[in-house]
Each structure stands twice: as structure tokens, then as C-alpha cells.
């Protein structure tokens, strides 16, 4: 069993930042699930351009408020306590944290190995 908290990831490696949001990658390649968990904050007021063109990505919402635009359709969806969003055809969107900071859990397939940021083009890389 792999037991691990948000408490002891708090400035460790896995512990990752970037414009706008803050990740605790608290499951990852290496505990070999075949999916890495996170618990991700957005600041609030931030505007993120995200592509996981590598990576399959759910996010469920804990708290906070925001939404997310579909860059190919436009679609814009709202996300509150309660929330989630699957970008099950690798979609390029935008990310928004609109009403307190957004906290999320977030679930990447294939997993991250932990210390990713992202690339230009708003991926991670991959393994
Ligand atoms: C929602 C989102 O993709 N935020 C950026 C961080 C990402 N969730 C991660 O955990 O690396």
C-alpha cells in the first residue's frame, strides 16, 4: 500500500510551480499505478493555456471557482466545488481561476514522474 500525504510533500521535489499554479505530484511513475495524482492549486486571477498532447488529464474541483475554454470549439465550461473535467481527446484549452484560488485533484495518464513543468507549448514532456 502507498500511503502519502499532502503535509510531507509540501517543499520536496514533488512539490512543483509555475505561472499561476502550484502541484504536489503525490503519486507518480514510480509508485508504478499507471496513473499519477495530484493535488494542484491555481492562483486565483490566473489564465492558463494548457495542451497535454502527450498526457490524458482529469481534474476535479475541491474548492474554489473557474472555468475552462475548449481553444478549438470555444466551449466554456464553469468549474466549482464538485467539478470535474476530462480532456479525453488531448484538448488544447484555457484554464481559469475566476473566484479564489482553484484546488484541484488531478489525475494524469500516462503518470508524470513527478518534477515536470511545462513546455512552451503548454505540454509535459513524454517518458
Ligand atoms: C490544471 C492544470 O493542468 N494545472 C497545471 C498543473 C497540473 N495540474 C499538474 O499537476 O502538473
Redesign the pocket.
Known amino acids: 500500500m502507498i500511503v502519502v500525504t499532502s503535509q510531507e510533500m509540501a517543499g520536496s521535489a514533488r512539490d512543483?510551480s509555475g505561472p499561476g499554479?502550484q502541484?504536489k505530484?503525490m503519486i507518480v511513475r514510480e509508485h508504478g499505478m499507471g496513473h499519477s495524482v495530484?493535488e494542484?492549486r491555481?492562483l486565483e486571477g490566473a489564465e492558463?493555456h494548457?495542451h497535454y498532447k502527450n498526457h490524458l488529464?482529469s481534474?476535479y474541483c475541491i474548492s474554489g471557482e473557474g472555468e475552462v475554454e475548449h481553444k478549438v470549439t470555444g466551449e466554456v465550461f464553469p468549474i466549482k466545488p464538485g467539478t470535474i473535467y476530462s480532456l479525453n481527446e488531448n484538448d488544447p484549452h484555457i484554464?481559469r481561476a475566476t473566484k479564489g484560488d482553484l484546488l484541484?485533484v488531478?489525475v494524469f495518464t500516462p503518470p508524470?514522474s513527478g518534477n515536470?513543468t511545462h513546455k512552451a507549448d503548454g505540454s509535459y514532456a513524454s517518458e
Open positions: 512543483v499554479w502541484s505530484r495530484h494542484t491555481v492558463l494548457l488529464e481534474n484554464l484541484l488531478c508524470l515536470e
